[in-house]
């Protein structure tokens, strides 16, 4: 793991800005950022006060207490009595002829939206809502694409301080009714149509039937994507009236993955999300005014929420709807390139597909305006921080660890620290994160559980429907009592960051040596013949086997599977290599870009399709019958 980028000039950071305020009016000085780091999560009423000043956040209603730990964590109590506007605080930089977005679907030539377009597309919807008596506390939902349309609804639904939750077109019927219908949505805002992969599809079936099976619904809003609805040379401006609300009052719920089983429905805060954001984006990504913005998503993932964020830094929000590939890996490095995006972020495999193709688009003089990739969803390989860091020597690589139950990240950047190839530089401000062993102990500088010890304000205020919190206990808390248990491995080095190694219900143990698979995965990506893998432990004539799955890019011979069998030996563990290996077109993946190893194993293990996988949850359900055959064929013990 090699040194491969040290700040330039972090006196220029909004991190640094933060120090010196800190300096000045809290009168603290830290030596380095681990001191920092410590001073953030043991003294909470200090350093989230800080923030709201630093950040100038608007209460309407003043707060009695900071903070109010509670035992367990969801109990605690933040901002005491306080209320706030999210949206107030989102269109703080809106500034009348100038872009808020900057937007591009697979077709089209890029559209730049201005403020006036933005406010008045929003103030339609408002009106819409407010006809069909939306109030504070309904819950409006959205089945949209990552086009402006949801930008306006998001502002207009929360203006009113209604409650926000959506998905993306890509989701299946079943599935949507499996979130929705758990929130009991007064209105349905939804496209009639979007563009993937060079198709067009029509939604208004889907539409129909999600109005005959959400019994809730009192009203369906149809837009089309295709900007009749816009006035975009507005230059009428329009001022908002915000319903201020509650800090704990719900901003919006994000559903878990739902592969397994129905998804939980995570409620989070106004105004611990809002604080929250102000922090990770603008003190650690240092996204600043006028900055350009781009995180590619969908807006079921919470990579989207993220994102909309960066409106709070007066960052340009920058928009792409269609596939991440079509017509080739480097379309969304050619969107960076013609809308100077400062800020890039990106899910993994993007990246290390970039790196395998060598895509050309991804040079210096393309991106010149890059000042960071940002990389979340899996673990970047050390390779891909590499070929990257090669190619933009300028640009800081931040990889980010997180998730939809924060609606945040926990470990991330910072833009005073240097960054060490296959490592995340820190734990962020506010986030006590550890390793732990098998013994509950802190430990640096080898593998552990990622534990959370202290209470965060982005943490879920509750799951929707969960009145006695036995699912949002059992989710983080069972496992070891009053402490949140992440589900992950990492490893926390003294001097280079953290690495993360993979789900720790996906960890492969030989023998009581215990791997992470995204150990497995760094490996295999710097073989060239491999575009993907997926490796899971199985039980098969009552032994552990390790099985490989591999989508590549020449047949798969007895060469290629020696090459993969001498590199894990060598990098990884003469017992980690797999005892079998296995020739697949696809490797399965989440909507939100997450490998599925548990659901495939419980697949191969023998457990029906149906109680294993939510298809509609998933971004190729069609591969699956691959892996079902190879079960059948090649994998199915006597027993099952």
Not at 140 to 164: C, E, K, Q
Request: aromatic content about 12%.
């Amino acid at each position: 793991m090699s040194l491969i980028w040290s700040p330039n000039n972090s006196k220029n950071s909004n991190f640094f800005n933060f120090q010196t305020f800190l300096k000045t009016n809290y009168k603290k000085s830290f030596l380095n950022y681990e001191q920092m780091h410590d001073w953030s999560i043991n003294n909470p009423n200090e350093f989230w006060l800080a923030i709201t000043e630093f950040f100038e956040v608007e209460f309407t209603k003043g707060y009695k207490n900071v903070f109010i730990k509670g035992v367990p964590f969801y109990k605690s109590v933040w901002f005491q009595d306080s209320k706030l506007s999210y949206s107030r605080h989102l269109l703080r930089h809106a500034k009348k002829g100038e872009t808020a977005l900057i937007y591009k679907n697979e077709k089209d030539k890029l559209l730049n939206i201005s403020w006036n377009s933005l406010l008045q597309r929003s103030k339609e919807i408002r009106s819409e809502l407010i006809k069909n008596n939306i109030l504070e506390g309904d819950v409006v939902v959205g089945y949209l694409l990552n086009h402006p349309d949801t930008i306006a609804s998001f502002i207009a639904v929360n203006s009113l301080g209604a409650i926000w939750s959506c998905c993306s077109p890509d989701f299946g019927v079943e599935s949507i009714i499996n979130r929705f219908d758990q929130l009991n949505p007064k209105v349905l805002l939804a496209h009639d149509s979007y563009l993937y992969n060079g198709k067009y599809f029509d939604q208004t079936e889907k539409i129909s039937k999600l109005e005959n099976q959400l019994t809730s619904l009192e009203k369906t809003i149809v837009f089309t994507p295709d900007f009749k609805s816009w006035n975009l040379n507005s230059d009428y401006w329009i001022d908002f009236d915000m319903n201020p609300v509650d800090f704990n009052h719900p901003i919006w719920v994000l559903f878990s993955s739902g592969t397994t089983g129905k998804p939980k429905a995570i409620t989070h805060g106004t105004g611990g999300i809002l604080i929250e954001q102000y922090k990770s984006l603008s003190l650690h990504q240092n996204i600043s005014n006028e900055d350009r913005f781009f995180w590619n998503t969908t807006t079921g993932w919470m990579m989207w929420n993220y994102a909309l964020g960066s409106l709070l830094c007066g960052a340009k929000l920058c928009l792409y709807d269609g596939a991440a590939n079509f017509p080739d890996i480097g379309v969304q490095w050619r969107f960076a390139k013609e809308a100077k995006i400062n800020h890039f972020g990106n899910g993994s495999p993007l990246f290390i597909a970039s790196m395998k193709q060598n895509t050309k688009d991804v040079n210096e003089t393309a991106l010149k305006n890059l000042k960071t990739i940002g990389a979340t969803g899996s673990p970047l390989s050390e390779d891909a921080f590499l070929w990257l860091q090669s190619k933009l020597p300028k640009t800081q690589i931040i990889s980010l660890s997180g998730g939809t139950d924060v609606c945040s990240a926990f470990i991330g950047g910072c833009p005073t620290l240097p960054v060490y190839s296959g490592y995340l530089q820190c734990k962020m401000l506010g986030a006590a994160i550890e390793a732990w062993d098998e013994n509950k102990n802190s430990v640096v500088n080898q593998t552990g559980e990622l534990v959370i010890t202290k209470p965060l304000p982005s943490m879920p205020i509750f799951f929707w429907n969960d009145g006695n919190f036995e699912n949002y206990h059992s989710s983080y808390f069972e496992k070891n009592k009053g402490v949140w248990t992440h589900g992950d491995w990492i490893y926390i080095s003294s001097e280079k960051g953290i690495l993360m190694q993979g789900r720790s219900d996906a960890t492969l143990n030989r023998n009581g040596i215990r791997i992470g698979t995204s150990e497995i995965y760094t490996v295999l990506d710097q073989i060239t013949e491999i575009k993907d893998s997926l490796i899971i432990d199985i039980t098969m004539q009552n032994s552990s086997k390790l099985v490989l799955f591999t989508s590549t890019n020449k047949t798969l011979d007895n060469e290629i599977k020696t090459k993969i069998k001498n590199a894990i030996k060598s990098k990884c563990s003469p017992r980690h290599v797999p005892n079998l290996i296995f020739s697949v077109s696809e490797i399965p993946y989440t909507i939100s870009g997450k490998k599925m190893e548990i659901p495939i194993k419980k697949i191969v293990n023998g457990q029906k399709i149906d109680q294993a996988i939510s298809k509609g949850a998933m971004k190729n359900p069609e591969c699956l019958k691959e892996y079902i055959d190879i079960r059948n064929q090649y994998l199915k013990s006597p027993d099952q």
